[in-house]
């Protein structure tokens, strides 16, 4: 990965994450071209980063034999045509993290031939702790995949899917999975106020125990059913509340909101994805 050249086709948030785990990682800047409308985007990655700027995206597109596709779904069609010719003078892998984006539409605007990886990260890629599943077309090649799996694993773990259908589930689960998490710690935390506590005490308390409880997942062979019943004491206050939560139908509840998600994810492909 270190000797390989690396366009990002748009500046935001994911693109600035991995540019800043892959030089954490050793690569050079020197090696990395930024591709963005936005002057002030580019301004910015070449002073914090130092890597290559340029508000041509074939340009970039020249520069690399890896391009990461980091641009707004509904702007995807555009910015993909406009780098075929690009491509056909220079085959390089196209890795996309533009969420709904399916292959066969990546494939028909970018080129037939191309080599094409679909990748879903989420949100704590931005702090380095993302959870990302990748899916490969038939044109990329074993070297090709594990340096898109290297590319990813600067941001967080990594792992891939067979079926491209599953990265809706994947969006349904991890894409999202964050607000659920932090829907929890919302309502935790208004709940330790409502029982007295001062809202810094319940908001520090939170975090620390779910970052806590996700690093004993982490660390543990065993599943997570095994280690909430391991703490859950028989007759105690934690079987108490989860009694209630269980009452509540808090796993349906779960199941129902990933599939609303799955659903809407499938949607979206085909808003986004529409016009082949």
């Known amino acids: 990965m270190k000797n390989v050249d690396i366009a990002f086709i748009g ?48 340009e970039a597109v020249r520069q690399a034999q890896v391009i990461v596709l980091a641009v707004k779904p509904q702007v995807v069609n555009t910015a993909a045509r406009g780098l075929i010719d690009a491509l056909r003078k220079r085959p390089a892998l196209v890795i996309s993290v533009a969420a709904g984006i399916r292959e066969p539409h990546l494939r028909t605007w970018l080129g037939q031939e191309t080599a094409i990886v679909r990748c879903m990260p989420n949100t704590p890629a931005l702090v380095g702790s993302g959870a990302t599943a990748l899916f490969a077309n038939l044109n990329v090649t074993t070297e090709q995949k594990d340096l898109a799996e290297s590319i990813l694993r600067a941001v967080g773990m990594t792992l891939w899917v067979d079926d491209e259908d599953l990265l809706d589930a994947v969006t349904a689960l991890s894409g999202s999975g964050p607000a659920y998490f932090f829907l929890v710690m919302e309502a935790m935390e208004q709940a330790g106020v409502a029982l007295g506590l001062p809202r810094r005490t319940a908001r520090l308390l939170t975090l620390q125990t779910a ?58 492909a085909s808003l986004f994805g529409g016009e082949k």
Not at 250 to 258: G, I, N
């Open 211 to 268: 970052f806590g409880a996700a690093k004993m997942a982490l660390e543990s062979t065993e599943e997570v059913a095994a280690l909430r019943r391991r703490v859950t004491s028989p007759g105690g206050t934690t079987e108490q509340a989860i009694k209630v939560l269980e009452e509540h139908g808090l796993a349906a509840s779960f199941e129902q909101a990933l599939r609303a998600a799955r659903q809407r994810s499938i949607e979206l």
């Open 11 to 58: 500046g935001g948030n994911m693109a600035r994450s991995l540019i800043g785990g892959l030089i954490a990682d050793g690569v050079e800047p020197a090696r990395i071209w930024v591709a963005d409308p936005d002057p002030a985007s580019l301004r910015d990655h070449q002073n914090h980063f130092g890597v290559h700027t340029t508000a041509d995206n074939a």
